[in-house]
């Protein structure tokens, strides 16, 4: 069929593309093979845009097992046994309908995970939202929570974990990254690849409907006022179907009769039969009209591009169908024969016999088209970096403090962590709010600490330094745990990549990320772009979100945030420099985002995390909490309040002047590389000894106890409230929200 | 000693049941697929928490009709011990072995939280190692676990002293403050009139290890080991 410069449009393809389509097949496409590769080629599934810079990242190391390439990484845990992970993005459809397309999100990463021969076993998120003051954005976060909650929790896959922000540039377009990991026996990980001409490919799971289609190439697109009208391309979820599916396929995968398997996420049953054929260098031949269908009267090209949820694809060895069936069978399943292997590198769908695609692999996977877009340095950003502090008049420190504690972001996350099932499986160890969300593994000593992190404002300021960051914060989290971070996974979530300046944020934060994630020894694994996260041509802050796993030796010897009880020795490790630059303190007291981010030395965050790791597995530190939002004040108090034991510190030999910024930047400052560790009075020597030798200077702040807050310069209080009532106001921030607005 | 877990296709909490009573308590113990109709040689069935078949429709309605269901109610009326956690207590309600219905907790939202919840009763399989008036810290993981039951109903089940866990504050008073749900009567768990089917709310198989925050549900598990093993119940 003739393609025209319309037709191209409506599938997101440019005329150059279209060009390119038919110079790869020597013809003109058919609408079903034009539909086939919009979504191929969409940003979501081909990552042109952003795979030149992708390519940079640090992807191996001893410990990986599988990394970037297949449905999700692996790295080794010892015992024989592999974590399987990766985080993925579903901001679009979560803004259009919350609960499914955060539901759905959810469900798409499970699958990645079983995919690869693993049970899923911890889910944590990353959540971006607008002010909470707005209306339509406290309906948004309700809807994201309780979609998240119902397929998570009825799908029996704890969620330990995650972090929220909010900030204005996202109150149009939320962003919902969801991380999942599982465990599987190292040497029994299936890829996701077709061999064996003739062996026949199996569909199983839900039949196919008209929703979703089209969805890889919404996710591909800005928002505008007429998003709303995309509802039909959100999927609906069922997790019970996809309990079954999880059940089954780990089931199969005991036996030798399976070949590879794939889920169909995004662009569907496209994507499942194009890849696996290319992945294992053979060809897969459908016939669509054998899929079983929702609806009657299914085009081939709605066949081919629908995004219902809970389908599997999977090449099962001739003569041994037999055995895949029974085991679907059991579970009510019904495994369908769709089409076999084939020798020839093609995918080839036929309709009732007839052909209506017959496309090279190649075409749509290795020769999509990759784009090396122009890159801009922002011209704003010189300003926005700009920090004139006389023109600001300081807050008063114990009223910034109250004001700190009840903003959203730094605010307890009970309100949302409660409707998430955190303990099913019996692994959690360390409650969601405590500190990295950490998993013991069962029949080993050992036990996975897991975070999800990004400051969305210090990546806006300089995007290098702000992913690099990120990174540090997330690995800090498990090694305040006790956990040595042994992998990552991405999640990149930016505007509009055709505009300059967004591509140099994506360029920036990807070199930042690579450079610290090489000096800390963390591969990445894999993960998500997502781009085009713009409303009305105004872009999301930058969040490149990072997942880390970090191993723990000694399950029993985890440590968490909250201090542990009265009259231990409370320490900084690492240095305050007074960084005031990004911070929550400017953002919540002055609605401001300005300055500079903190300045991070790797090899220093290096060695702090090493030496927390042997605090913890030597048994030495008795809590251990990361300094980041909100500074050192906050993370003295979310050490209290778990626990109800209080504290009482000087911070004089951290402190400028006593009045003034000096204070201001000693108590809120965000400066990387420190945390606040608490040890029994007879072990201070041990972790003296055990700072020095790691190079890492530490300052003895107070102790604590009692029932009070208490943060003195000289013989100053600056800050100084019962804890119940800083322990309130922080605790019923979130929720009061909602209660008030019902 | 074996205890049988059954598994429905939306079962979630089945792996736990089962690490809590193999690995913590030592007991022997096997899985019973929900299509299976045979009991033979269990001591004590376990319905375990979850989503048994998706639940849709309401909670424990389909799973009451699954085949090994009939086996599992004679199995109860022989008068063996059966616990029915969360799910399973819902599927207990919908089978008729024990009476009453769960709303949707009065939040609207699911609850995944740490509860108190006070032994009321210890003349019953599951709670004869408990002290009386015994206060345990278990956690609770629903949506729908607002028990409702009429007034002459709920007068009923007092009279009889079935009402066996009921929610309390950390002062051990049953009063609206240690409500989570909006359970009428604070009620967090039941026994039938003959005593040996159980059904509760909280998750006492998540609480068996102090590694997980709690060691207080293993005392529920021990209990139904010793009755066992001292013949004091038993399937006829």
Redesign the interface.
Same mark, same amino acid.
């Not at chain 1, 962590?417 to 019996?426: E, K, N, S």
């Given at each position: 069929m003739p393609v025209d410069p319309q037709l191209l449009e409506q599938h997101g393809l440019t005329v150059e593309e279209g060009a390119r389509i038919i110079e790869l097949l020597g013809r003109e496409p058919s609408i079903t093979e034009l539909g086939i590769f919009s979504v191929m080629w969409s940003e979501h599934c081909s990552y042109k845009s952003s795979r030149v810079h992708l390519k940079t990242l640090p992807t191996t190391g001893p410990r990986v097992l599988q990394g970037p390439g297949e449905n999700a990484g692996a790295v080794d845990i010892g015992d024989g046994l592999a974590a399987v992970f990766k985080i993925e993005s579903h901001n679009h459809p979560s803004f259009i309908e919350p609960y499914q397309g955060a539901a759905t999100g959810v469900g798409g990463i499970i699958r990645d995970i079983f995919t690869m021969g693993a049970r899923p076993v911890a889910l944590l998120n990353s959540l971006r939202f607008g002010s909470l003051d707005e209306p339509l954005v406290r309906r948004n976060v309700e809807g994201v929570v309780?979609g998240i909650?119902?397929y998570g929790?009825?799908?029996?896959i704890p969620t330990v974990g995650g972090e929220i922000e909010f900030d204005e540039s996202y109150a149009g377009n939320p962003l919902v990254n969801v991380f999942c990991l599982g465990l599987a026996k190292a040497d029994e990980i299936i890829r996701a690849s077709a061999t064996g001409a003739g062996n026949p490919v199996f569909y199983v799971g839900s039949k196919t409907g008209r929703d979703g289609i089209h969805g890889a190439t919404m996710a591909s697109a800005e928002f505008d006022e007429k998003s709303a009208e995309k509802r039909p391309a959100v999927q609906v979820g069922?997790?019970?179907?996809e309990?079954?599916l999880l059940?089954a396929c780990l089931e199969v995968m005991h036996s030798d009769a399976l070949v590879g398997m794939q889920d169909m996420g995004a662009a569907g049953l496209t994507s499942s039969t194009c890849e696996m054929g290319s992945r294992g260098g053979a060809g897969i031949e459908i016939d669509v009209a054998l899929v079983p269908q929702r609806e009657t009267g299914m085009t081939p090209y709605e066949i081919m591009l629908s995004e219902s949820q809970e389908r599997m694809l999977l090449v099962v060895k001739r003569g041994r169908e037999a055995e895949v069936e029974a085991v679907f069978t /059991?579970?009510?399943l019904h495994a369908v024969r769709i089409g076999e292997v084939t020798t020839d590198g093609r995918m080839r769908v036929k309709h009732h016999g007839e052909v209506v695609a017959d496309i090279p692999n190649g075409a749509l996977t290795d020769n999509a088209p990759q784009y090396r877009r122009p890159m801009a340095r922002p011209a704003w950003l010189d300003e926005a970096r700009t920090l004139a502090f006389d023109t600001l008049t300081p807050a008063d420190a114990g009223a910034a403090f109250l004001r700190l504690l009840a903003s959203p972001g730094i605010a307890s996350k009970r309100w949302v962590?409660?409707?998430?099932?955190?303990?099913?499986?019996?692994n959690?160890?360390v409650?969601p709010g405590m500190g990295a969300g950490t998993i013991?593994v /069962?029949g080993t000593d050992r036990a996975l600490a897991l975070s999800v992190d990004c400051n969305g404002r210090f990546v806006y300021l300089d995007p290098a330094a702000g992913a690099a960051l990120a990174v540090a914060e997330a690995a800090r989290n498990v090694a305040c745990a006790g956990g040595e971070p042994i992998g990552a996974t991405n999640c990149l979530n930016f505007g509009n990549p055709q505009r300059p300046e967004i591509m140099w944020q994506f360029g920036e934060a990807v070199r930042g990320m690579g450079e610290a994630c090489r000096a800390l020894g963390i591969p990445i694994t894999g993960g998500n772009v997502s781009l085009y996260n713009e409303t009305d041509g105004k872009a999301v802050l930058p969040t490149p979100t990072i997942g880390i796993v970090g191993l723990v030796e000694h399950?029993?010897r985890v440590v968490t945030r909250a201090f542990a009880e009265a009259g231990h020795v409370v320490v900084l490790l690492g240095e305050g420099l007074g960084e005031l630059g990004g911070s929550a303190y400017l953002k919540v007291l002055h609605g401001l985002i300005r300055g500079v981010p903190p300045a991070l030395d790797l090899a220093r965050e290096g060695a702090l995390q090493r030496l927390l790791v042997t605090l913890a597995m030597e048994r030495i530190s008795r809590s251990a909490h990361d300094c980041a939002e909100g500074g050192l004040a906050v993370t003295l108090a979310e050490s209290c309040f778990d626990t109800g034991v209080g504290v009482d510190v000087d911070v004089s030999e951290l402190a400028g002047p006593a009045a003034g910024w000096g204070v201001i930047a000693t108590l809120f400052g965000e400066s990387a590389s420190r945390a606040v560790v608490s040890v029994a009075p007879g072990d201070f020597g041990r972790l003296d000894a055990a700072a020095r030798a790691a190079g890492v200077p530490i300052t003895t702040l107070g102790q604590t106890g009692g029932d009070r807050l208490r943060i003195r310069v000289g013989g100053r209080s600056v800050v100084d409230v019962a804890l119940a009532e800083a322990e309130q106001t922080w605790a019923h921030a979130i929720g009061d929200r909602f209660h008030r607005a019902h | 000693m074996t205890f049988a877990i059954v598994v429905f296709p939306g079962s979630n909490c089945d792996h736990d049941a089962y690490h809590a009573v193999k690995h913590v308590l030592g007991a022997n113990a096997r899985f019973v697929w929900h299509k299976e109709t045979n009991l033979q040689g269990v001591d004590c069935v376990i319905l375990p928490g979850g989503f048994a078949h998706g639940d849709y429709l309401r909670t424990g309605a389909i799973a009451r009709f699954s085949p090994v269901m009939a086996d599992v109610v004679k199995f109860a009326e022989a008068g063996g011990p059966v616990i029915g956690i969360c799910n399973g207590f819902q599927v207990l309600l919908e089978s008729g072995l024990l009476p009453g219905a769960m709303l949707r907790n009065r939040s609207l939202k699911f609850q995944c939280e740490h509860v108190l919840v006070k032994v009321e009763q210890t003349d019953t399989p599951f709670t004869r190692a408990c002290r009386p008036g015994q206060i345990l810290n278990l956690p609770i993981a629903h949506g729908e676990g607002n028990y409702y039951a009429e007034p002459e109903a709920v007068a009923q089940l007092e009279r009889n002293r079935q009402v066996i866990f009921r929610y309390v504050t950390p002062a051990g008073e049953a009063v609206d403050a240690g409500n989570p749900n909006g359970s009428v009567a604070n009620i967090a768990g039941l026994c039938s009139d003959r005593r040996n089917v159980v059904g509760l709310m909280p998750h006492p198989e998540r609480a068996c290890e102090s590694a997980l925050g709690s060691a207080d549900g293993l005392v529920l598990f021990e209990s139904v080991l010793g009755a066992v093993k001292e013949g004091a119940v038993h399937a006829r």
């Open positions: 309780a909650a119902g929790n009825s799908i029996g069922d997790p019970f179907m309990k079954l059940e /059991k579970w009510d962590y409660r409707q998430y099932d955190h303990m099913v499986r019996t959690t160890i409650m013991r /069962k399950a029993d | -």
